[in-house]
């Protein structure tokens, strides 16, 4: 059964989560340059363009032990 | 590094104790504290020719590169909220200089104080809900043998198959309203027990590598001596509710609460 969740070392953070986070979140106080809700959507559809077009990129991207990965999973 | 610099934000904080020096961000930049608007942020210098608008464009469609910048950004923001409370900026977010920064900072500083003091001491988690494969999914995917006796015109068996096939679609969507009002039980009792609650989309099974729907993905702001008693939560919850895979993440910088309410 499950145990109290870890905490998950960075590096096997799941990009996917951490993306989520990165994109949406974070406080915008507009630099020149800052992420706007319009690239945030350009980032992800590209994203998703460019895993559904590289099969085996996208398995390396999401991690092959996605459970894990994600500090707990019941 | 040749060229034009500009600065890149991770954090912003009104402390700035503790030792920054080891830490490496974006592009094995060297991350520092700069005084700006009242507050005081970490940055690091990052070329404009890889960082300058034209440039991020450009680069955020290169998956390697984003994982890349993706880590160094969290990793900063990660070991610094340890030393001290602290806003994370969005990422790539760039400043052609100190002076831009501080007057951005400084139109803002009422707002940016109180963020900062919504989100002092607290962690975020994160809960997906997922709906679990019902134990007939086998039955279901495997219709071919009556399938095949409707094609060849045989009536009773055709019929038999429709039935089958109606009352296996009727179920399946009869539990998967089940597991989706499940999900939004678990977050309404969730969310109970945080300061803040937010929803993102949920993840594409590409992106995710999960081939389960996924119902919800949460984030949860809570005071972090109350992370113990959330995680359990969590746990009986899954427990309790055998139609959802739940998934918790966290504790992590509080990403998805920085902005505005």
Redesign the interface.
């Known amino acids: 059964?499950?145990s109290?969740?870890a905490?998950?070392p960075?590096?096997r953070?799941?990009?996917?989560?951490?993306?989520?986070?990165?994109?949406?979140?974070?406080?915008?106080?507009?630099?020149?340059?800052?992420?706007s809700v319009a690239?945030v959507d350009?980032?992800t559809i590209?994203?998703?363009a460019?895993?559904?077009s590289v099969g085996s990129?996208?398995?390396d991207?999401?991690?092959?032990e996605?459970?894990t990965q994600?500090?707990?999973?019941? | 590094m040749t060229g034009a610099c500009?600065l890149w934000?991770y954090a912003?904080t009104e402390h700035g104790g503790g030792d920054l020096s080891r830490l490496t961000g974006v592009a094995g930049g060297t991350v520092r504290t700069v005084a700006a608007g009242g507050f005081t942020v970490l940055v690091s210098d990052v070329d404009l020719a890889e960082?300058?608008?034209v440039a991020?464009?450009r680069n955020?469609?290169n998956?390697t590169w984003?994982?890349e910048v993706?880590?160094a950004?969290?990793?900063v923001i990660?070991a610094a909220i340890r030393l001290f409370p602290l806003?994370?900026?969005?990422?790539?977010?760039?400043?052609?200089s100190t002076e831009?920064?501080a007057a951005?900072?400084g139109r803002?500083r009422e707002e940016?104080r109180a963020?900062l003091r919504r989100v002092s001491g607290r962690v975020?988690w994160?809960v997906?809900a997922y709906a679990a494969p019902r134990p007939d999914t086998r039955d279901s995917q495997q219709p071919a043998p009556a399938q095949a006796a409707e094609q060849t015109g045989t009536g009773g068996a055709g019929l038999a198959y429709l039935k089958r096939r109606r009352a296996q679609l009727t179920a399946g969507e009869r539990s998967a309203r089940a597991a989706l009002a499940a999900a939004q039980a678990v977050h309404a009792e969730l969310s109970g027990r945080a300061a803040q609650a937010r929803l993102?989309p949920p993840?594409?099974p590409?992106?995710?590598?999960?081939q389960m729907p996924m119902l919800l993905?949460t984030?949860y702001l809570l005071d972090a001596s109350a992370s113990?008693a959330f995680?359990?939560a969590?746990?009986a919850a899954?427990?309790a509710r055998p139609e959802l895979?739940?998934?918790?993440?966290?504790?992590?910088p509080p990403?998805?609460?920085?902005?505005e309410d």
Not at chain 1, 13 to 26: K, S
Not at chain 2, 206 to 210: F, K, P, R
Not at chain 2, 245 to 252: F, H, S, V
């Open positions: 059964m499950a109290p969740p905490r998950v960075a590096e953070i799941a990009l996917v989560d951490l993306l989520d986070r990165l994109l949406a979140g974070g406080v915008v106080v507009s630099g020149e340059i800052t992420l690239d350009l980032v590209s994203l998703r460019l895993i559904a990129l996208g398995k991207y999401a991690g092959a996605p459970a994600s500090g707990g999973s019941w | 500009g934000a912003i960082f300058g608008e991020l464009r955020l469609e998956l984003l994982e993706a880590r950004h969290h990793h990660d806003l994370p900026t969005r990422l790539a977010t760039v400043y052609s831009a920064m951005a900072l803002r940016l963020a975020e994160g997906k993102h993840q594409s590409q992106l995710s590598g999960n993905n984030a113990d995680a359990s969590v746990t899954a427990t895979r739940l998934e918790l993440t966290g504790p992590w990403y998805s609460f920085a902005g």
